[in-house]
């Protein structure tokens, strides 16, 4: 670093350090200070006043990928015109999209490219600090970095020279700049405004939202974490929760997604699962109501998309990708993604279905977006269902994916779709489904009140490896539907099931109780065949209650010879203990108790 440099750096921080530590006017609170009274929005309105005509300028949109074997080349793609550039550099931190410019970091130095062309501006030592983000507005850069418990914000010209560096033991987040002011998030709930040229705080806003976030997004200016908090004529009001605020509904995700990653997080070169787990929406106007974009949010959990209803957060479509998506950004009409493949792909809001796909060439590593007003195309219309949407996501075989597979199919469950029926059978008669999604599938094909036929079409399937029949079909769920749906063409198919090896003993205790209401004459023969084979044999609890409820059928489909049956079982000791007392209790509320057997006469002794 050349003395005049270090020169430079010395007198901004003391700048900084005298206009931090004079006055105490409170339109003009130390920087970075805590012990400072909320002015009730005065500082911020002034700051408000100043830029009134003062717009973000429009960011490059542009997908900025890391790839190579040593995480060592950029690789830059225009949106509007879909060329690429690329810039080999080590790299220790993800890059950062900033305006027009990309920042990033690596082998000891910070730098600067034209986010257009991918053209080195500047380059300057780190000192050891890391990259955490940064804004421009054509002009000048704010950087901030981390190093040991504090944090550094500079501000840097085209020239890489540093106008002002100004340290603080608090942690600060991704700044925004905005007609030569410095918007920076701070300690999670400030936004300061400092004026670029002078390093002095000119303005301070509250937050009743976690904030570690400026930003700017087509044309306007916007702070947060957890939402968007838009900087307008309102944001005086934001410390008394009046501000212009968007958020997402709270609903259940997959995973723990996260709408905006904390700007005080040092991002690795390399996307992790954090990266595959990711929410996305994008503020609806720079002016106006503030609201959603196409009334749509987006959830991606490695290579499954989710679109969401935003007033609600009711699903509404669902997109299964090639790879894992490790970025992407809410654009206009949409979402933008790239996967791990190098693909980039623009799903339309309102369908999910791929409107748009190009290429950065090669496998990546991480990637991140910004698109300003780079907007979706419509998808080409003819999306598939829902239900058969949420079949291919939950069939898929990836086992990353078991986790967005559960809350797929409990929304699967809800639906009235008939097909929806379809899915969950075959999910849970396939012994390649994970056992989660079988004990889940089981679960929501018991509460089904549709699809009989797909459940009747089952229940003819029996388990057969030389017919590469691996599982049998869910008996015991489908048995609870059809008796709730009161459906008698199951009766026979349920039947033929009692005495079928391949299912388990709750299947067949499930069987029973539906066959208690819904067994006819025809079912005679099976239902005498299991009551006789199991009234004295059945060697577990579940066997024991399907020999009662068997009993239950018999009493009702053959009032005497059925009751001669059951009245004998009921008086046999050999009976096991839980059928003979729940055929006694069936008997007692029939009106009848057993008549016990008259002991057999004695034989009169012989003589020896």
């Known amino acids: 670093m050349s003395r005049a440099l270090v020169a430079t750096i010395a007198v901004a921080l003391g700048a900084a350090l005298s206009s931090g530590c004079a006055g105490s006017d409170p339109l003009r ?94 380059s300057r030592s780190s000192a050891g600090a890391s990259l955490l983000g940064g804004g421009d507005d054509g002009n000048v850069s704010a950087v901030t970095v981390s190093k040991g418990g504090g944090s550094t914000l500079l501000v840097i010209g085209r020239n ?79 410390s008394r929760g009046g501000a212009s605020r968007v958020g997402i509904p709270t609903r259940e995700l997959p995973g723990t997604p996260r709408l905006l990653v904390p700007g005080t997080e040092k991002l690795a070169a390399t996307a992790n699962a954090r990266d595959r787990d990711r929410l996305f929406a994008r503020p609806s106007a720079p002016d106006g109501p503030l609201g959603i974009d196409s009334g749509r949010f987006y959830a991606t959990y490695f290579r499954i998309v989710i679109g969401f209803e935003a007033s609600k957060g009711q699903l509404a479509w669902v997109h299964t990708h090639g790879s894992d998506v490790l970025g992407g950004e809410a654009i206009g009409g949409g979402v933008l993604l790239c996967d791990e493949e190098g693909k980039i792909s623009v799903l339309d809001a309102r369908t999910g279905q791929v409107a748009h796909e190009s290429s950065l060439g090669e496998p990546i590593k991480s990637c991140v977006v910004h698109a300003d007003t780079h907007k979706a195309l419509p998808g080409p219309g003819g999306a598939s269902p829902l239900a058969q949407q949420i079949a291919v996501a939950v069939q898929n075989r990836e086992a990353t994916l078991a986790t967005a597979q559960r809350l797929l199919l409990r929304e699967l469950a809800t639906l009235e779709d008939e097909s929806a029926t379809k899915t969950l059978i075959e999910i849970a008669s396939d012994p390649r489904s994970a056992p989660v999604l079988v004990a889940d599938a089981r679960a929501a094909i018991a509460s089904r009140r549709n699809g009989a036929g797909y459940m009747l079409d089952a229940l003819g399937k029996r388990y057969d490896f030389l017919a590469d029949v691996l599982a049998s079909p869910p008996v015991g769920p489908i048995a609870d539907a059809l008796a709730a749906m009161k459906e008698p063409k199951g009766a026979s198919l349920l039947a033929s099931h009692l005495l079928d090896p391949a299912i388990t003993d709750d299947d067949v205790r499930r069987a029973a109780s539906a066959l208690a209401t819904l067994a006819t004459k025809d079912e005679l023969p099976a239902l005498r065949q299991f009551f006789a084979m199991y009234r004295a044999s059945a060697e577990t609890e579940d066997i024991g209650l399907a020999v009662a409820r068997v009993g239950e059928a018999l009493l009702r489909v053959d009032p005497k010879d059925g009751r001669a049956l059951v009245e004998k079982a009921a008086q046999d000791p050999t009976t096991v203990p839980v059928a003979k007392a729940r055929l006694e209790a069936l008997l007692s509320a029939a009106g009848e108790k057993p008549t016990p057997e008259k002991p057999a006469p004695e034989k009169p002794a012989t003589k020896k």
């Open 160 to 238: 890489g020279e540093v106008h002002k560096s100004i340290d603080t033991d608090k942690p600060i987040g991704d700044p925004a700049v905005v007609g030569g002011v410095v918007f920076v998030p701070w300690a999670n709930q400030y936004v300061s405004a400092i004026d670029a040229a002078t390093g002095e705080s000119i303005g301070r806003v509250t937050l009743r939202d976690k904030v570690t976030r400026a930003l700017t997004i087509g044309g306007a200016l916007y702070f947060g974490e957890l939402a968007y908090v838009r900087f307008d004529d309102k944001i005086a009001m934001a």
């Open 29 to 122: 609170p130390p920087l970075f200070s805590t012990d400072w009274n909320d002015d009730q929005g005065r500082s911020i309105s002034e700051v408000y006043a100043r830029l009134r005509g003062a717009k973000p300028p429009s960011s490059a949109d542009v997908v900025v990928a890391v790839a190579g074997a040593q995480n060592d080349k950029l690789i830059g793609y225009a949106l509007t015109s879909g060329t690429r550039w690329t810039f080999q550099h080590p790299l220790d931190a993800r890059p950062v999209i900033a305006g027009s410019v990309v920042l990033a970091s690596g082998a000891g130095e910070i730098f600067a490219l034209d986010a257009h062309s991918g053209k080195k501006l500047w």
